[in-house]
């Protein structure tokens, strides 16, 4: 059974930086694809950046490209997703997924029964 726990989350102004971090429980496969996606209101739910298979390509939504970076420390089991030069538009709830599948690939939208999923944290930019 692997658990996610997300944290970092907070309020900003826009411009501002956040860094999330997930941090896992339970074994990870460096095959299985882990990302983190968000949902603000009323939207669907979307992937902003994830690992394939062994980390070997980031994926980023093109929205967040050259502000946000994905990275990993697999000693710490930890996924981080640096946010620099965050907008009102970045305002969401942000979710940490694996998807447990061996040389899967991060889905594009949230794929709730697939994998294992996060609480969510607050991410909030406004001025």
């Known amino acids: 059974q692997v658990q996610l726990v997300e944290s970092g989350g907070g309020s900003v102004q826009p411009g501002g930086s956040l860094r999330l971090s997930c941090v896992a429980s339970?074994?990870?496969?460096?095959?299985?694809?882990m990302g983190w996606y968000r949902q603000a209101p009323g939207k669907e739910c979307e992937l902003v950046a994830g690992f394939t298979t062994y980390g070997g390509t980031t994926k980023y939504a093109d929205s967040v490209k050259g502000r946000f970076a994905l990275s990993r420390d697999n000693a710490k089991n930890t996924v981080y997703l640096q946010m620099k030069n965050l907008k009102p538009e970045d305002t969401a709830v942000y979710y940490c997924?694996?998807?447990?599948?061996?040389?899967?690939?991060?889905?594009?939208?949230?794929?709730?029964?697939?994998?294992?999923w996060g609480q969510g944290t607050q991410v909030t930019v406004s001025s």
């Open positions: 339970g074994y990870i496969s460096r095959s299985y694809a």
């Open positions: 997924n694996v998807d447990l599948i061996p040389f899967g690939e991060p889905s594009s939208v949230c794929s709730w029964d697939i994998g294992s």
